[in-house]
């Protein structure tokens, strides 16, 4: 076998690496390198960086103290040649290579990148597929062929039967595949929540975190309180904790918001998942386990399945199978600029400032938290997908295009027209009130329906679905809002869009709202 190098990207750093399995530890150089490029095509989470060049470090020195030949890129190495490309193109110079052995990276833009390397060096170049993924990006497009609309619960079905996940023989676990319904408590006065996994930065990650100071300083979020997992071992140190602390109440707060509480029941492992510190079969098999064991009630267990094995699968194949185009969609021609506030949390709307000042210092928000709130204001304001995809692919530690484009232009902001989401994700404030205590600290009344003091959620909510009747009075999944907007008085339809209208000049002008 003629010598190979083998690129690993930040999110691939898995032993199991289908680009790493057949490598010849005497023969094979192994190159990492943090270079500028990757780290400011957008211009990431301080957090982001700091963690991803970290992890990449310690996986490093994992891959040599196994024997490996590594060869790693740091940022600030005087000669970093400041692309992927270019330090491919400088290893296989240097190391007699005759081949290079590449995994499916997570990321169109590289995908088109690696495609074009075998012509420009003249060697070999083999991309494998990504089998830490449980459903492979062909069977998705087979599974979709043909069908108007891909629905989420229908692939995770699918996927349940293939994998046979919390299934006994050929029925779902408990009868049911699906206990959402169960799913939708806010958080209970007296319950504890526990504290979250937290880890004190050693040596390298302690020079990372200076070199992003210094590097990054204008990138957006702040690096106090580093705490993330950057080796394999501490990461599976926070699926166990999650495990065995939090996953019985997963399901019944899954949908919960608490104002200074940011992590709550979720695992927080997605940013280990998504780099490779994490495995999904391993995830959902000791998941499964609890269930089986009775650590873990079915309700949590399967809502907490359907997220790994159904929506993180198949957000990826929507994204393969969609991109280029999809990236273009904007089906509710959504035109605004991104408020200048999702930069400064500057704002007297209290659930977007707890949102938006918890991504700041974490790099983290949960689910709900990223869709009914921070979604849910972009969608009524209809604010650019551009925009809109930029800011979640920066601002989030788990965030790569596969993963938060399907969320951003589907999930939220229905900009690809309802491929992803049966209906636009559109509440008011009562919404956001009964999952929260946010509306309980803020400025803003979120009773009251018009006026000044009115919570803007209110009136934008029936703004958005006025200004966008065309294209959504048809669908069968709001018919309920569209009979109550058709029957509303002139009057407060005429309140509604003079409320909206003063709203979006304040936004507009970049003014305090
Ligand atoms: P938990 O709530 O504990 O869920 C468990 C796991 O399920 C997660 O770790 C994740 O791997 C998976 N998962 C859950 N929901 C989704 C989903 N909708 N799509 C894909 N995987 C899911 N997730 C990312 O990993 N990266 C992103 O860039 C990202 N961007 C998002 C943008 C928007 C607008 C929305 C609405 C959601 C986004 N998500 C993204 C999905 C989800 O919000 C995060 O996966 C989750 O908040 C991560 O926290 P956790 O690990 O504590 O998740
Ligand atoms: C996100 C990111 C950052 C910040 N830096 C690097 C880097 O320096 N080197 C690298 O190999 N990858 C980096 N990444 C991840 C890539 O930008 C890209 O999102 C994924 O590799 C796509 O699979
Ligand atoms: Fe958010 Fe409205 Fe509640 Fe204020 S009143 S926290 S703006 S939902």
């Known amino acids: 076998m003629a010598n190979t190098l083998r690129l690993i990207l930040a999110d691939q750093l898995s032993m199991s690496l289908a680009s790493l ?33 970290s992890a990449m470090r310690h996986f490093a020195e994992a891959l040599t103290n196994s024997g490996y030949q590594v060869r790693y890129i740091k940022y600030d190495d005087p000669d970093n040649q400041g692309c992927l490309f270019k330090e491919v193109a400088r290893a296989t110079q240097n190391a007699n290579i005759e081949q290079i052995a590449l995994t499916f990276p997570g990321e169109y833009r590289v995908l088109e990148d690696f495609k074009s390397w075998q012509q420009k060096l003249d060697i070999p170049v083999t991309i494998m597929d990504d089998d830490r993924f449980l459903s492979h990006i062909d069977d998705f497009a087979k599974w979709a062929k043909d069908k108007k609309q891909l629905r989420m619960e229908f692939f995770y079905r699918q996927m349940r039967q293939t994998t046979m996940t919390l299934m006994e023989a050929d029925q779902p676990s408990g009868g049911k595949w699906n206990y959402d319904s169960a799913n939708r408590n806010a958080m209970d006065k007296d319950v504890e929540i526990p504290t979250h996994t937290q880890f004190k930065p050693d040596q390298i990650t302690e020079d990372v975190l200076q070199l992003v100071e210094t590097e990054f300083a204008d990138h957006f979020g702040n690096l106090q309180n580093f705490h993330f997992a950057t080796t394999r071992k501490q990461a599976l140190g926070v699926l166990q904790d999650f495990v065995t602390e939090r996953l019985v109440n997963f399901g019944q707060y899954q949908d919960a918001m608490v104002q200074g509480k940011p992590w709550l029941f979720h695992s927080h492992i997605s940013f280990y998942l998504n780099c490779g510190l994490l495995l999904p079969r391993e995830v959902i098999e000791l998941a499964e386990n609890a269930y089986h064991n009775g650590d873990a009630p079915l309700n949590s267990v399967e809502g907490f399945i359907r997220q790994v094995l159904g929506w993180r699968e198949y957000v990826r194949g929507i994204y393969w199978l969609k991109m280029p185009d999809y990236k273009k969609q904007n089906a509710l021609h959504a035109q605004r600029t991104l408020p200048e506030f999702f930069w400064s949390a500057e704002t007297d709307m209290n659930c977007l400032q707890q949102c938006i000042s918890e991504t700041r210092d974490n790099a983290y928000a949960h689910h709900i938290q990223r869709l009914m709130i921070l979604g849910n204001f972009l969608l009524l304001s209809g604010v650019h997908p551009d925009d809109v995809n930029e800011w979640y692919l920066i601002v989030y530690a788990d965030a790569y295009e596969w993963v938060e484009m ?108």
């Not at 600290?441 to 009747?469: E, M, S």
Request: glycine share 4%.
């Open 21 to 53: 399995q057949d490598c010849d530890k005497n023969n094979d150089l192994i190159l990492l390198a943090e270079v500028k490029a990757e780290a400011n095509y957008v211009k990431h989470h301080k957090k982001k960086i700091a963690f991803l060049f």
């Open 406 to 513: 399907p969320n951003v232009s589907g999930m939220i902001l229905y900009a690809d027209g309802g491929l992803l989401a049966s209906k636009p994700y559109a509440a008011s404030g009562s919404y956001i009130n009964k999952m929260s205590n946010y509306c309980q600290h803020c400025h803003y009344n979120v009773k009251q329906k018009n006026g000044p003091q009115a919570c803007p959620f209110n009136y934008l909510y029936w703004d958005f679905l006025d200004r966008n009747r065309e294209k959504l009075a048809t669908n069968p999944r709001l018919g309920m809002p569209f009979a109550t907007l058709n029957k509303m008085k002139d009057d407060k339809l005429r309140h509604i869009r003079q409320d909206s209208e003063i709203f979006f000049k304040a936004l507009d002008n970049n003014e305090r709202v």
